[in-house]
């Protein structure tokens, strides 16, 4: 469990304000989704979080130690899940041991049992261990990114970033996606932070919620602070008639893993 402080970041790109000044602090464990249009600053927070980008001004802590690159316990999901299509679910799972085994040994599967039982158990989190020794270019892009969340957290982390990790999926998938974000982080008490274009998506999942816009803080509050009137806020005149679509497209019980 980690607390990660986001203190007075701003980024910019020339003249490009990213981030505004943006703070505020998730305590340990805490399910975290942020939302804002495209081009409100999400992707820049989170690799401002995860190390990938230097803040221009500001900092952000882990557990009061500053990130100045990317760092083990925090792991980081991405759109395009990343993995490698011509391995199977399991060793794509085992490359997440990258950082205690080294990159050739990772390849080769010379990690000890340990690491082949954490990834199993991954596995089993996301709910494909019977899909272990499928080639992950044969699995569908739900399953692909429920072996990209596998593989993160076989880094053992604290703290899971996830940059928009359903945009590429279908309503049904996309809810299956979150299910299983949600259940890992609550199963190993990870601190998340995960960024999402569907408003609906971060209804039904979202503990708390911070919204961007034009690279500043415009929200932060929890659920019961989450009205029509923040998400206004965020989205502004911008029609988020489509962001709530297909809320029901499937069954909670099985939306949530
Ligand atoms: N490497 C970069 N160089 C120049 N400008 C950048 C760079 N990265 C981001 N920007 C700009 O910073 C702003 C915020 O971009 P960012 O990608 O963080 O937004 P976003 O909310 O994640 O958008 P999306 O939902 O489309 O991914 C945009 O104006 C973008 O064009």
Do not use: W
């Not at 993160?152 to 974000?181: C, F, H, K, R, T």
């Not at 971060?202 to 034009?214: E, H, S, W, Y």
């Amino acid at each position: 469990m980690s607390r990660i402080t986001v203190d007075g970041v701003t980024k910019t790109f020339g003249e490009t304000v990213a981030l505004d000044d943006v703070s505020f602090e998730i305590p340990d464990g805490e399910f975290v989704i942020v939302l804002g249009v495209s081009g409100s600053g999400k992707s820049t927070l989170l690799r401002c979080m995860n190390g990938l980008a230097a803040p221009t001004e500001g900092t952000v802590t882990v557990d009061g130690e500053e990130v100045t690159g990317p760092r083990a316990d925090v792991a980081m999901i991405f759109q395009q899940h990343n993995i490698i299509g011509q391995m199977t679910a399991f060793s794509n799972a085992l490359t997440g041991s990258l950082n205690r085994t080294g990159f050739f040994e990772s390849l080769l599967q010379f990690q000890d049992r340990e690491d082949k039982y954490q990834a199993l158990e991954a596995l089993d989190t996301v709910g494909l261990l019977d899909e272990a020794q499928q080639t992950a270019r044969r699995m569908s892009g739900g399953q692909q990114q429920r072996v990209g969340i596998a593989r993160a957290l076989v880094q053992n982390p604290n703290i899971m970033l996830a940059d928009e990790p359903v945009a590429s999926l279908d309503p049904g998938s996309s809810q299956q996606v979150m299910g299983y974000l949600r259940t890992a982080a609550e199963e190993r008490g990870l601190t998340a932070l995960i960024s999402l274009h569907q408003v609906n998506l971060a209804r039904k999942f979202g503990q708390r919620f911070i919204g961007l816009r034009d690279g500043e803080k415009v929200f932060d509050g929890y659920r019961d602070e989450f009205s029509m009137d923040v998400i206004d806020r965020i989205y502004g005149d911008i029609d988020t008639e489509g962001m709530f679509e297909a809320e029901d497209a499937t069954d909670d019980e099985e939306a949530v893993a």
